[in-house]
């Protein structure tokens, strides 16, 4: 049996500026359960991204330090294992993502690895046409060069998990 896409839907999560890390005014937004397990669920996040126009995929997991990007949003799709993210830094929430879920990352909000399992496989994308994605950290220089960037940064056409839905009204 092939992984299928669920009808889980998604929750919005909204993550202020907290001074040092911009975060954004647009909610982060967790998708539980979205595929079921499969023989290549991978495969499927990566076809089911190209397909919503998200591309630039890549195959790896969390980096264990504060970043964000300030040039692009970025989804990410849980192919195997489970992590413990913090979203927003330490004033926002920590998720507990499995197998299955997907996370789409605003730009400008804080992701940080706080432990996963052995297995963790995440596949990454980025919306078709937007710049290339860069990497801030959680200094002021990188603030204070973000945050211009971040207002040149564009809403995506499609979200990258429900095609016309989810990013198109949450977002909106």
Do not use: K
Not at 27 to 45: E, K, N, S
């Amino acid at each position: 049996m092939g992984a299928s896409i669920g009808q889980s839907g998604f929750e919005q999560i909204l993550l202020a500026d907290d001074g040092l890390l911009p975060n954004s005014p647009l909610p982060l937004l967790l998708y539980p359960a979205v595929l079921a397990q499969g023989p290549d669920r991978a495969g499927v996040f990566e076809r089911l991204f190209v397909d919503n126009a998200w591309q630039r995929s890549w195959r790896n997991g969390i980096y264990a330090f504060r970043h964000y990007h300030s040039t692009a949003h970025e989804v990410l799709g849980l192919a195997a294992g489970r992590v413990r993210v913090e979203f927003g830094g330490p004033t926002g929430v920590e998720l507990e993502v499995v197998a299955g879920d997907a996370v789409l990352i605003p730009a400008g909000v804080s992701h940080l690895n706080l432990g996963a399992s052995d297995d963790l496989l995440v596949i990454g994308a980025y919306p078709d046409g937007g710049a290339r994605e860069d990497l801030c950290r959680a200094t002021e220089a990188d603030r204070a060069a973000a945050l211009p960037r971040l207002q040149l940064v564009s809403r995506p056409a499609r979200d990258p998990v429900l095609g016309d839905g989810g990013l198109l009204q949450a977002w909106s």
